[in-house]
């Protein structure tokens, strides 16, 4: 079953796990699940999908429940209407805040033949702000330093172009942990041994826009997954995040810090 955070006659929203896909896709033919179908099993309608969320990312994940409504969301989300917020582990200490202002060439699907003229006409303007919330160093050798640094930051794309976080963070040299395509492999292979941790690190927790139908302010909200909480709380970083994206601590997956104690902060 999927969590879901938001139902109403016009709108649902889910709390998409890690590893899902959206809905179906070329560029991943093997797989078999997707949160479109299930949605649709789950609660017995048509839902339609108007954004994106990575297949390796978890979080809120908005489906409209008629065509029309999915138009008018899609538009709101085109014109830069709604408000998205993530939360992400990258390596490396990134400026307190900053915003990455860097053109993004459409990503095409591979099955398309793309002349390079015709590749390098296609980047688009893309934003996004970022807001640097903790820091740890671990007493680790990865690269040529012995110890390896890590920072938890709040993220808002102002855009919504194909993998913009990830693509904008490795553009600033801080790539996203457990980022197989854009990431460093020696520092996911770390977080893998340290922590178990084999999925990306990156969260969609919150979504703000006028409700398309009624006008009515939204905060969709999905707190973080237990693992990404987890690993959180091993990192000492519990405290640097809004409660609201925080599990119930009730849950004891999201309490167990489990293993090792956690490193020292810094």
């Known amino acids: 079953m999927l969590p879901i955070v938001f139902c109403d006659e016009h709108l649902v929203a889910i709390h998409k796990p890690a590893g899902l896909l959206v809905h179906r896709t070329v560029l991943d033919a093997h797989e078999r699940r997707f949160a479109l179908q299930m949605l649709r099993q789950q609660i017995g309608r048509r839902v339609y999908p108007v954004h994106r969320l990575d297949k390796g990312a978890s979080g809120v994940l908005l489906f409209a429940l008629s ?3 999915g138009r008018m969301l899609g538009a709101m989300f085109e014109q830069r209407q709604v408000g998205k917020r993530y939360l992400a582990v990258v390596r490396g200490y990134p400026d307190a805040a900053g915003e990455i202002d860097h053109r993004l060439r459409r990503h095409f699907d591979a099955v398309e033949r793309v002349a390079e003229a015709a590749l390098a006409a296609a980047a688009q303007e893309a934003i996004s702000r970022y807001r640097r919330l903790a820091t740890i160093e671990l007493p ?18 102002l855009s919504g172009r194909r993998h913009q976080l990830r693509r904008h963070l490795k553009h600033i040299a801080h790539p996203i942990i457990g980022d197989a395509t854009y990431g460093k492999g020696a520092h996911n292979r770390l977080f893998q ?7 990306l690190l990156l969260a969609s927790t919150e979504l703000r826009l006028a409700h398309p139908v009624t006008g009515a302010s939204l905060t969709l909200t999905a707190p973080l997954a237990a693992d990404f909480a987890r690993l959180l709380d091993r990192l000492g970083w519990t405290s640097a995040v809004p409660p609201q994206w ?3 601590r009730t849950d004891p997956l999201a309490a167990d810090g489990g293993g090792e104690p956690s490193p020292g902060q810094r």
């Open 193 to 199: 041994q340290l922590f178990a941790c084999d999925r």
């Open 246 to 248: 925080l599990p119930a």
């Open 67 to 69: 065509r029309e409504v």
């Open 140 to 157: 680790y050798r990865v690269d040529r330093y012995p110890t390896s640094r890590y920072a938890l930051v709040e993220l808002e794309p």
